[in-house]
């Protein structure tokens, strides 16, 4: 609910900015009689928009305002033919988002510190990343634990070859262009994830049927519902969960 009062609120203002920058400038035409150049009014519309929403709307919304009339002006002036290039682009790199509800988010330096120090603590032999992305977090984590071997699958294909490169010097890490739900976990000591809300019950699951007991599921931000995290550790911006795969969860079922 919140969420949508927040998105109501930013088009309500971008309207009111772009009906202020119309206003504003008409006058100013009206009074010097020169014409203003259409790029003129979609600038204004934006620095009204940002002024009016500065203490009324989440400080994200700032520089939505501040560039969307420019965006949008400039939408106009461009071949449908740049349109379909960037459908392309974002198919690509968010592919998972349609196939599977998973956007692309990247982990920040806070997140690759923190999983430092678990596998610092826990000395696996074996690391995977559901969903690595360009692979950022187990390039940095193969770089510091050479003698941990990485593992990472990406099936949004842009993100898959950035993946591949990045690693492309790393002996102990490999990215593989597979669906996650597809392949066993037994191998794996530590899972790492950075999903959605959607898949988190069914990862859980997952991990409870294939990995050993006293591995581990990582998950940043994204709880799963119902089961209580064996360690909750700050990471930034989000917490990241620790999930104990436990014998006793593999004997109830």
């Known amino acids: 609910m919140g969420r949508a009062l927040s998105l109501v609120g930013g ?67 461009l071949h449908p ?6 459908a392309v682009v974002i198919l690509l790199v968010q592919f998972n988002a349609i196939r599977h509800r998973v956007p692309l988010y990247r982990s920040g330096r806070d997140v690759i510190e923190a999983l430092s120090a678990e596998i610092e603590a826990r000395r696996p032999g074996a690391f995977v990343d559901l969903g690595c ?47 996650f739900w597809s392949a066993s976990w037994r191998d794996y000591e530590m899972a790492f994830t950075f999903l959605s809300p959607q898949p ?23 709880e799963v519902p119902g089961v209580a995290a064996d360690a909750v550790i700050e990471a930034g911006r989000f917490d990241l969960m620790r999930y104990a795969v436990l014998v006793e969860a593999r004997e109830t079922r």
């Not at 692979?135 to 842009?158: C, D, M, N, Q, W």
Request: charged content about 15%; hydrophobic content about 55%.
């Open 11 to 77: 088009f309500a203002v971008l309207g009111l900015g772009t009906l202020g920058s119309l206003l504003l400038l008409r006058a100013y035409v009206e009074w010097s009689g020169q014409g203003v150049p259409p790029w003129l009014v979609a600038a204004v519309a934006g620095l009204l928009s940002m002024a009016l929403g500065w203490f009324t709307l989440p400080a994200w919304w700032r520089g939505v305002l501040l560039i969307a009339p420019v965006i949008g002006w400039g939408g106009l002036q």
């Open 133 to 179: 992305g360009d692979a950022l977090v187990i390039a940095k984590l193969a770089r510091r634990h050479p003698s941990v071997r990485f593992t990472g699958f990406e099936t949004a294909p842009l993100l898959y070859l950035w993946a591949r490169w990045r690693c492309r010097s790393l002996d102990n890490c490999h990215v593989c262009y597979r669906d």
């Open 200 to 222: 988190m019950l069914r990862v859980w699951r997952k991990c409870q049927r294939e990995m050993s007991a006293g591995a581990g599921l990582y998950s940043l931000a994204f």
């Open 81 to 86: 033919g740049w349109f379909l290039a960037a």
